[in-house]
Each structure stands twice: as structure tokens, then as C-alpha cells.
């Protein structure tokens, strides 16, 4: 049985609803990381301890076992107490919060990056601290971890290939679901590889745009 | 103790662990005077200067402005709070200019006013041309600080601090940073200041300008204050020995 690519179009709208559910999951896993990696970084840094302590364990739990075990956690665990997510939501939390931790992490030490001056010079004029984290630290440990912030991105496309064991139709399983129908798994992958490709394409080239636009203002 | 100058320190020590800074310092400053602090580094003029926003808080003494203690002892919330509300009447101009590089010009000068006097965009975009056009950079209004020159980047500075009306301007070696033939453009913008009557604290290095502008030079060494007065007398006739070395050494550095 030699390969056969023309069984492949006929699945074109199959292949392209999976992807995108994985662009969907990406965006919004990558908006919920960005943001919650924001607040980690913030609490890691000037919350009291009791805040802090609880979300160190919190951090290291997140980093320290399988994003696949997380994602079962989130989707059948938190059933038995009584939280019913939709497997969407779900693998967006999981992935999310996963990313969310490596994001603190950068962003934390772009914080403690930042010249001492930016802070004296705005609370000279008055500020009060979270003015001047808000208005001045922030947005410049941001723009500074823009970069290695999109490789976190891209990983996190990547990964999101994992919510499909949670039962998300996204790009993987749509292609497996294309090959349960066809038996014809090497031009599926091949195919969903290249979809993803795509995706992290416009990624990339959305990150650069961003990162040039940062560079204006320097 | 309700003080009559303006800005009042008494009896002001600070120090960084073992090591003392600042011992038992008074200076009074009256509305409108013009103060020069010199004196060689390490000489604890801008611990000084910078204790009078609370940027490097005294270890004890007071630090007063027009009737208001800075240095007030108070719960850390109130703390915060207190010093939030005299900073806005202190303006402070650093040596490495302290400008935000993420914000263009506009966004520099209209920041504070804006969060902190709720006033409209309009209103603060008045007052930053208003304060670009004193300091002759309303053309760089959209600019963000990267694209300046230091003297326009400390120019620029000097007009956000101005942009929150303050009381007092404190000046912390503004032209040490800048290359020789920026310095002018900043010391006529001082100059202008000194001609509006804005009480000014200015630590310096540079012995012409303070005497040209200035009502009153300070010479401070080890943490004290050796000698005060006019620059007419200060710098042609100083009384101390201390003071006359450092003048000699530093005249003899400039080459002139």
C-alpha cells in the first residue's frame, strides 16, 4: 500500500475546523498566560507571604509534573468536587495556567531588571508603588520579555496538540479521527504537520511585527 | 515645631548602616532663593537632596516645606500616603534623567498630572506644550526619549517635573551626565527658572554656573556643611581651609 495524498483534500474541512480549534485554544491559553503570568510575577515579588507561600507550591506543582496529568486533573478530576468544565475550557485553564507559571518566571526577572531610576523618577512626581508598577515597571518588563515570551507561545501551540485526549476537536484529533475513517495515518500527520507549521507561521510572523513595534520606541 | 523658612532641615543624620552620611545639618531656604550645594563626592550632597523627597529618608532630624513636615513618623499606609502628597510638590531632576523610554514625550510630561490631578487629556496636553514650549521642544512632543540628546532628554525631564507645579525644584548634578557642549541648553533652562523665582536646591559640580545663577553656595565634606555663603564670598574669599582646598583641587581639574 503505497502513499496516497489525494484521500487527503476530501478532509479538507474536517482538517480545517481542527485547526481552528487549536488556533482558538492557543489564542486564548496564550491570552490567559500572558496575563496570569503577569499577576504570578506581581504576587511572587510583592505579596505577603502568605499569598506567596501557597503560590510558590502552586508554581512548582505546575512546573514540576506532566502538562498531559494537569490537564486530566482539570477536566475529570475537578468533577468529583463538583466543577463541570466544558473540555474547551478546560484544556484553555490547563494550558493557560501551565504557561502561565514559565511566564512569571521571565517576567519576574525582567521586573527586578528594570533601572532603578524608572522607579525614583515616577515616584518622585508623586505615584504611589502600584501606580508605578502599573504605569511604569510593568509595561517596560514586558516589552523587555516580549521575545522570549513568543518562544513560551510557541510551545504552547505546540502542546495544545495535547488537549486532545481530553476530547477538544482540535488539529490532532481531527486528523486521527481522518485516519480512523481512511487508515491512512502518514498522510494525516503529514498533512496536520503541515497545518501546524501554518499556524506557528503566523505566529512567528505576528511576534516579529510586535517585537519591531516595540523596537520603534526604544 | 512649625518652621517660618521654606524649606527647613534641622539637625538632619543619616546613615547607611555604620557608615554616617549626614551629621547634624540645618539649612533654611527661603521662597524663590536659589541654593547651590557643592562639595567632593561623597560628601553627602545628594543624600542630602535626596532626603528632602524622601527618596533616601533622614535617620533623624526634619525635613520641612512651607509649614509641612516631609519626614512625618506615621503608620506605613498613612506613610505612603503623606509622602504621595508632598512629592507632588517637589519636582526632581536626576543626573541619568530618569525619563520613562516606553512613553513618547507627551506621555512623559502628562502621566502624573493626569493620574494624579485627574485632569482632562486636553487640559494635559495643554500643559505639556506648555512646559515643552518653556523648555523650546514642542517640535518633539511625539518623540519618544530615544531619539533625543541628553541635554533635550534632561530638558524634557525638567519639564515633566515642572508639569506638576511643584514648589521647589530639586537638581541633582543634572549636567554631569551630558557631554560638554550639551550642558549649556540645560543651564539656560535653569537660568530661565531662576528668572521665574523658582525656589531651587541645585547640587552641582560646575563652580560658574553656581556662582552666575545662584543666591547662596554650600560647601558640604563629610557629611557636614563647612561653609555657606554668597558665591561672591564663597567662591573669592572662603573662610575655611577645607573649602579652599576643594575650590583649589577643582579649579585646578577644569584648567582654568
Known amino acids: 500500500m503505497g502513499l496516497d495524498f489525494s484521500v487527503v483534500p476530501g478532509y479538507f474541512g474536517v482538517l480545517l475546523q481542527g485547526m481552528a480549534w487549536t488556533v482558538a485554544i492557543t489564542l486564548g491559553a496564550g491570552i490567559l498566560s500572558f496575563f496570569g503570568g503577569i499577576i504570578f510575577a506581581v504576587a511572587a515579588l510583592y505579596a505577603p507571604w502568605f499569598i506567596r507561600l501557597p503560590m510558590r507550591l502552586f508554581a512548582w506543582l505546575f512546573m514540576g509534573t506532566p502538562l498531559l496529568l494537569q490537564l486530566f486533573l482539570i477536566y475529570f478530576g475537578l468533577i468529583q468536587i463538583g466543577i463541570d468544565l466544558p473540555a474547551f475550557v478546560a484544556g484553555i485553564i490547563g494550558l493557560g495556567l501551565h504557561f502561565a507559571v514559565y511566564n512569571s518566571e521571565l517576567i519576574q526577572s525582567s521586573i527586578l531588571a528594570v533601572d532603578k531610576g524608572q522607579y525614583e523618577g515616577a515616584r518622585t512626581l508623586g505615584l504611589s508603588r502600584g501606580q508605578t508598577l502599573r504605569q511604569i515597571i510593568i509595561p517596560q518588563a514586558v516589552h523587555a520579555v516580549i521575545p522570549p515570551m513568543g518562544n513560551n507561545m510557541i510551545a504552547l501551540l505546540k502542546d495544545s496538540a495535547l488537549v486532545s485526549v481530553i476530547g477538544v476537536m482540535e488539529l490532532t484529533l481531527a486528523a486521527q479521527q481522518s485516519i480512523s475513517r481512511t487508515y491512512r495515518p502518514f498522510e494525516f500527520y503529514i498533512a496536520a504537520a503541515f497545518c501546524y507549521y501554518i499556524i506557528n507561521l503566523a505566529l512567528e510572523a505576528g511576534l516579529r511585527r510586535l517585537e519591531r513595534r516595540i523596537a520603534a520606541s526604544r | ?256
Open chain 2, 1 to 256: 515645631m512649625r518652621s517660618s523658612a521654606f524649606v527647613e532641615i534641622k539637625n538632619a543624620a543619616k546613615s547607611f548602616g555604620t557608615l554616617q552620611v549626614l551629621r547634624d545639618i540645618n539649612l533654611s531656604v527661603e521662597r524663590g532663593q536659589i541654593v547651590a550645594i557643592i562639595g567632593p563626592s561623597g560628601s553627602g550632597k545628594s543624600t542630602l537632596l535626596r532626603a528632602i523627597n524622601e527618596l533616601d529618608p533622614l535617620t533623624s532630624g526634619e525635613v520641612w516645606l512651607e509649614g509641612v513636615q516631609i519626614n512625618r513618623q506615621l503608620p506605613p499606609r498613612q506613610y505612603e500616603k503623606h509622602v504621595n502628597q508632598v512629592r507632588q510638590n517637589i519636582g526632581m531632576v536626576f543626573q541619568h534623567f530618569n525619563l520613562f523610554p516606553h512613553l513618547t514625550v507627551r506621555g512623559n510630561i502628562t502621566l502624573a498630572p493626569r493620574m494624579l490631578k485627574g485632569i482632562s487629556e486636553a487640559d494635559a496636553n495643554a500643559l505639556a506644550e506648555e512646559q515643552l514650549t518653556k523648555v523650546g521642544l514642542l517640535e518633539k512632543i511625539d518623540e519618544y526619549p530615544s531619539r533625543l540628546s541628553g541635554g533635550q532628554k534632561q530638558r524634557v525631564a525638567i519639564a515633566r517635573a515642572l508639569a506638576m507645579k511643584p514648589k521647589v525644584m530639586l537638581f541633582d548634578e543634572a549636567t554631569s551626565a551630558l557631554d560638554p557642549e550639551l550642558v549649556e541648553e540645560v543651564n539656560q533652562v535653569m537660568k530661565q527658572l531662576a528668572e521665574e523665582h523658582m525656589t531651587m536646591i541645585i547640587v552641582t559640580h560646575e563652580m560658574d554656573f553656581a556662582a552666575s545663577v545662584c543666591d547662596r553656595v554650600i560647601f558640604m565634606d563629610g557629611g557636614v556643611v563647612v561653609e555657606e555663603g554668597p558665591p561672591s564670598v564663597l567662591f573669592k574669599n572662603p573662610q575655611e581651609e577645607r573649602t579652599r582646598n576643594f575650590l583649589r583641587k577643582h579649579l585646578a581639574r577644569n584648567g582654568d
